[in-house]
């Protein structure tokens, strides 16, 4: 199916503001790790910055949104349900946790926290459910 050129454009703009929704999960994430390893642990840990997980964010930040098109997360987001749309992506978080997992492994990365990659994917996770939905809403009109 030929996408018409609003169609493409709005494709397209949702894909950016995605990218910018994950890489506002992972700083939000990052916000949040002092207070959960106070909370999980019996002490602190070591306060980082957003920069020790650049290497994650350089991967996760533009794959994300195209991981999510092959699985057509971006299309008909009129007569979607959320079952659907939580379906797309649970299969694009797990293809992009592995790619994440393969890359620590086997380029011997370190300097990333696991606790911020774990949050950081849950919220990225929460934050794109909540933004495809508000899309659906505000389509339906």
């Known amino acids: ?17 995605d990218a910018v929704l994950v890489w506002f999960s992972f700083w939000l994430a990052m916000w949040f ?8 642990t019996s002490g602190g840990g070591e306060k980082m910055a957003l920069s020790t997980l650049s290497w994650a964010l350089y991967v996760v930040v533009p794959f994300t949104p195209l991981v999510l098109e092959v699985f057509g997360f971006y299309k008909s987001p009129r007569t979607k ?19 994440i997992g393969m890359l620590s492994v086997f380029a011997k ?23 495809d939905r508000a899309v659906q809403a505000l389509a339906k009109g």
């Open 81 to 99: 349900t959320s079952l659907q749309s939580f379906s797309q992506l649970i299969k694009a978080q797990a293809i992009m946790v592995l790619v």
């Open 1 to 17: 199916m030929v996408l018409d050129h609003k169609e493409a454009i709005s494709s397209q703009l949702l894909q950016l503001l």
């Open 109 to 131: 990365l370190d300097g990333a926290s696991c606790l911020t990659l774990g949050v950081g994917g849950l919220l990225t996770l929460v934050v794109l459910m909540t933004r």
């Open 33 to 40: 790790r002092m207070p959960l390893l106070e909370l999980l």
